[in-house]
């Protein structure tokens, strides 16, 4: 067994501290995290109790070859640090928390006069993030918000002093129509610009009040020195943010500064809801899932969640309602479980966003696989019609001999192998893919309409724009074009190309929809080529025998539907062919090889 590795003394030389411990196998990879009050007496359970565990982690035991240790202040660091190096390395015997949706975020950048924008990536380096927020729509309100109150900049110029200075840039459309203060002709200068910038910093932060008290503040200054259109101006942004703040507090308004952590069980999957509240409005939601491996416990779970979304968001709020109890102690935060009023019905509103995940979740593992990869793929690839019946054309050529090509038919996801098809190219000389190409969809698609048969929702060509304009020129000619959608996909980097558009479309490389694609278009592909072979096959047969007197047409057919191939016929012995074509003909082929 692997853990033979492990020495006793290593165990007990453990520190009896905070901390985070990794198990290696034989072969150094890491197989899992954990984190732990003390070390040594964490790590000596797996050891010490072996006949007390279950299974699954009897198993992981067997595994461990190694181990490495990492001493932390308190136990939510040792959270915090696991959580990273589980994201980081993902190890089997780790449970991984998961987000079943890709959530906007605002950032604001890293640069000079830095700009505001929404973002579904997540890249610290590039700047501040805020979110994720779980509505576009909330997302758009927050930015048009701050835009509406700042005049921000929304060019992605490099407004270095020196190119400032030079007078590199001219200040666009969204300065004379007032969006912008033309930063880029040094027309407002940094220091405002980062001012208005710690601003924005603050309402994303959910710090309303701080903002309007300097509103209020500016307001009354200007007002003093009779500067009114200037007051006015900070009398309007007033108005705008507190009819923002209005229109978002969905609770009491002396709620603020706490997180809700809730959990929902269903099996062996877990859903944990995280809300965020700053000034009674909810400022962050989101729900985790995650399907137990070693049997974590309820509260392992939650602190992880804890854990995940500190790292995410970085917040640290001074109070976290849940509806289980925990006796880990996380430095500055109180875990409660309210009993009444609005922080109660906080907590009832995140277990019913957790419960409804799992159920959702649910509900998607018994819905059929074929079905649900090709919802996916039709939301992927923004279909108006859910493509049940798709079909895949692929060219099959080999230096200009033989052209051939397939096409391939999918149902619900699914090959449906009766519906495949092969073509001899009849109209095009020489290796034209593009020809090729308009000549089989034409052929297909010309007869389905001539026998009075469905079309199918989805038409799949292997190849770029090159073999797609091809493809879309038969669809015209046949009076079909707009009525199937039609897309082609490129090998190199599977590049989804619609017909007129420029720029590809990249699908995520983990999609299921993208991996269906791959499918089609790789079946075709072997289709093609199979067919290529045994044309090349055939005709280099029947070349062959053509040169044998007395072997005619019928005897070929025979020979080829026996031995399957001209090796075979070749290398066959006298007595073989005997069987298929007779004691003169055998002897008559037999000798003709033997010869060669």
């Not at 002709?185 to 980062?194: D, F, I, P, T, V």
């Not at 995940?357 to 696989?369: A, V």
């Not at 079946?523 to 029947?542: D, M, N, P, V, Y």
Request: hydrophobic content about 35%.
């Amino acid at each position: 067994m692997a853990n033979e590795h492990i020495e006793k003394e290593e165990i007990k030389n453990l520190p009896d501290k905070p901390g985070v411990y990794k198990f290696f196998d034989t072969e150094k990879e890491l197989i899992y995290v954990g984190k732990a009050k003390s070390l040594k007496k964490r790590v000596s359970n797996y050891f010490n109790k072996q006949s007390y565990l279950d299974r699954k982690t009897q198993r992981l035991v067997s595994q461990i070859a190694s181990i490495e240790f990492t001493i932390v202040n308190t136990e939510f660091d040792a959270y915090l640090l696991e959580n990273n190096l589980i994201k980081n390395h993902q190890p089997k015997y780790n449970i991984l928390l998961k987000d079943d949706k890709t959530y906007p975020y605002v950032c604001i950048s890293n640069e000079r006069f830095p700009r505001l924008f929404n973002t579904r990536t997540f890249n610290k380096a590039q700047g501040t993030y805020y979110g994720p927020y779980s509505s576009v729509k909330a997302i758009n309100t927050i930015t048009e918000l701050a835009r509406d109150l700042y005049q921000l900049r929304t060019c992605n110029f490099l407004l270095s002093e020196e190119n400032i200075e030079n007078g590199k840039y001219k200040v666009c459309l969204e300065y004379h129509i007032g969006n912008c203060k033309g930063p880029c002709e040094g027309l407002q200068s940094e220091e405002e610009y980062n001012r208005n910038i710690e601003q924005v910093h603050q309402i994303l932060k959910g710090n309303i009040s701080s903002v309007k008290a300097h509103f209020q503040n500016e307001m009354q200054k200007a007002a003093e020195a009779l500067d009114f259109e200037k007051a006015e101006t900070f009398k309007q942004k007033l108005h705008l943010l507190t009819k923002f703040q209005a229109s978002s507090v969905i609770v009491n308004p002396k709620v603020t500064d706490l997180a809700v952590f809730s959990i929902a069980t269903r099996d062996k999957m877990v859903a944990v809801n995280c809300l965020m509240i700053r000034e009674g409005r909810i400022v962050y939601t989101r729900t985790l899932t995650v399907k137990r491996k070693l049997d974590e416990t309820e509260e392992e779970i939650l602190l992880m969640a804890i854990a995940a979304v500190k790292n995410d968001t970085g917040a640290q709020p001074v109070e976290i309602l849940s509806n289980i109890e925990t006796d880990s102690d996380i430095s500055g935060i109180k875990i409660i479980i309210p009993k009444i009023g609005d922080k109660k019905k906080l907590v009832e509103l995140s277990y019913k966003n957790a419960s409804e995940q799992l159920l959702q979740k649910s509900l998607r593992e018994k819905e059929d696989p074929g079905l649900r990869v090709i919802k996916q793929l039709q939301k992927d690839l923004s279909l108006s019609q859910l493509p049940e019946h798709i079909e895949c054309f692929d060219n099959s050529n080999i230096q200009g001999t033989n052209p051939v090509a397939a096409m391939v038919c999918f149902i619900k996801g699914k090959p449906a192998k009766k519906e495949y098809r092969h073509y001899n190219i009849k109209t095009v000389v020489g290796p034209d893919d593009f020809g090729s190409m308009r000549e089989i969809v034409y052929r297909r698609y010309k007869r389905l309409l001539d026998e009075q048969k469905s079309l199918p929702q989805l038409i799949v060509i292997d190849g770029g724009k090159g073999q797609l304009n091809a493809a879309c020129e038969a669809l015209q000619e046949l009076n079909i074009y707009g009525k199937i959608p039609i897309i082609g996909i490129a090998k190199r980097l599977e590049e989804i190309f619609y017909p007129g558009d420029k720029d590809p479309l990249y699908i995520d490389k983990k999609s299921e929809s993208l991996r269906l694609l791959q499918f089609i278009r790789n079946e075709a592909h072997r289709f093609a080529i199979t067919f290529h072979r045994q044309k090349r096959s055939g005709g280099s047969l029947k070349s062959s025998l053509s040169e044998i007197t007395g072997i005619g047409e019928k005897t070929h057919e025979k020979l080829i539907k026996h031995f399957k191939s001209p090796k075979r016929i070749k290398e066959a012995e006298l007595s073989e062919l005997e069987k298929v074509v007779g004691k003169s003909k055998a002897e008559v082929i037999y000798k003709f090889y033997s010869q060669q």
